[in-house]
């Protein structure tokens, strides 16, 4: 008896091991198959990517690829990483598949709404961040070069600068997502929330400073969107989670 209570667990263990194999190699399939038809066009989407900086460049500047292979690894990186975002509802729904079966039916019906939820406002936030954020930025840095100065960005830092924006922005667009989860799981009330506003407001401001580039305008590009996210929390959580449980906290 003693032996076949320690083999349960055990080949339980297992099966798990090999179930988040199975998903982890689906979801790696789901981004192969996204790639390999981006691929012979990873020229083109860099130079899409490259549109907000290269609109506001004084005539007659580019571009510059420092390193000897950036012109090629560079564009595919980017291609790459675009893979992952366009696959990020494939891969969250392996995640899904992995961990639905130890959930009760209760936090089924709400993990998938937030889910996609947070889907929604990530891919929202990297569109806040190319069509608004990033001209805006460029055309502040582009404005204030020295006389003399050529802006010829590297294509490489300027990827790098680039996809830090977009996981910024896509990061900072979960605060509904996190204010509604502070509430649900009782952490927290609205009202509690709510009286913490100037301190949450003074919060955003720090955050932008450090997760967007040293001025005025990206820090706050991504400061009042924050501000109003976090506004728009509060009211999912008055309007979906019942009173009862607000206050029992």
């Not at 510059?64 to 292979?69: L, M």
Request: aromatic letters at 12%.
């Amino acid at each position: 008896m003693p032996e076949q209570n320690t083999s349960e667990p055990e080949s339980s263990f297992v099966s798990h091991l090999i179930e988040l194999r199975t998903r982890l190699i689906h979801a790696l399939l789901g981004m192969l198959a996204i790639f390999l038809p981006l691929a012979p066009f990873a020229n083109d989407i860099y130079s899409f990517l490259a549109q907000p900086l290269l609109m506001h460049m004084p005539e007659g500047t580019s571009m510059v690829a420092i390193e000897v292979i950036s012109p090629f690894l560079t564009p595919l990186k980017l291609t790459l990483m675009l893979s992952v975002f366009i696959s990020i509802p494939w891969i969250f729904y392996q995640i899904w598949l992995f961990i639905a079966p130890g959930l009760y039916q209760h936090e089924k019906k709400i993990a998938l709404p937030l889910v996609a939820a947070a889907t929604g406002l990530f891919y929202s936030g990297m569109l806040f961040a190319y069509f608004i954020v990033m001209p805006l930025i460029f055309q502040f840095l582009t404005a204030t070069a020295p006389e003399g100065v050529a802006v010829m960005t590297d294509i490489s830092k300027y990827l790098d600068f680039v996809l830090t924006l977009f996981f910024a922005f896509g990061v900072a667009f979960q605060i509904p997502i996190a204010t509604f989860l502070l509430v649900k799981t009782g952490v927290s009330t609205p009202q509690k929330l709510a009286d913490k506003r100037p301190y949450i407001i003074v919060g955003t401001f720090v955050i932008g400073m450090l997760l967007t580039p040293p001025d005025v305008i990206s820090q706050t590009l991504l400061a009042l969107p924050m501000w109003l996210l976090f506004e728009i929390g509060l009211i999912m959580a008055k309007k979906f989670v019942p009173a009862k449980e607000t206050e029992a906290t």
